[in-house]
């Protein structure tokens, strides 16, 4: 069992950052964490996501550029940076745990563990 627990959201004008975190139980070493996100209306999307080592990882193309996903293993914590936001980044943020053996797919049915979303607005 993998518990998920994100934090970092908020509001903020187009052009500006906030850093996302997913703090996570101790089993989650070994498994890729991705960050999707939601917005109203919208199906829920691939964001970032990171292998078990931190050595790899895969960004959305609407991303690329601006956000970076990181993970510290010794905190159980994997990061989402945003920079240069716009408001099409206006969404609730999750971040998911599965268990692939490489960087894993930005596909929000292959993963098992959740957590509660955070909500990042973006205003212009």
């Known amino acids: 069992q993998v518990q998920l627990v994100e934090s970092g959201g908020g509001s903020v004008q187009a052009g500006g950052s906030l850093r996302l975190a997913c703090a996570a139980s101790?089993?989650?070493?070994?498994?890729?964490i991705a960050w999707f996100r939601q917005a109203p209306g919208k199906e829920r999307g691939g964001v970032a996501a990171i292998s078990p080592g931190g050595g790899t990882t895969a960004y959305a193309d609407s991303v690329k550029g601006r956000f970076t996903i990181t993970r510290d293993n010794a905190k159980n914590t994997v990061y989402l940076q945003m920079n240069r936001l716009k408001p099409e980044d206006t969404a609730i943020y999750y971040c998911a745990a599965g268990q692939f053996g490489y960087v894993g797919p930005l596909e929000p049915t292959r993963y098992s563990y959740w957590g509660q979303g955070t909500q990042v607005t973006v205003s212009s």
């Open positions: 101790t089993t989650y070493k070994s498994r890729t």
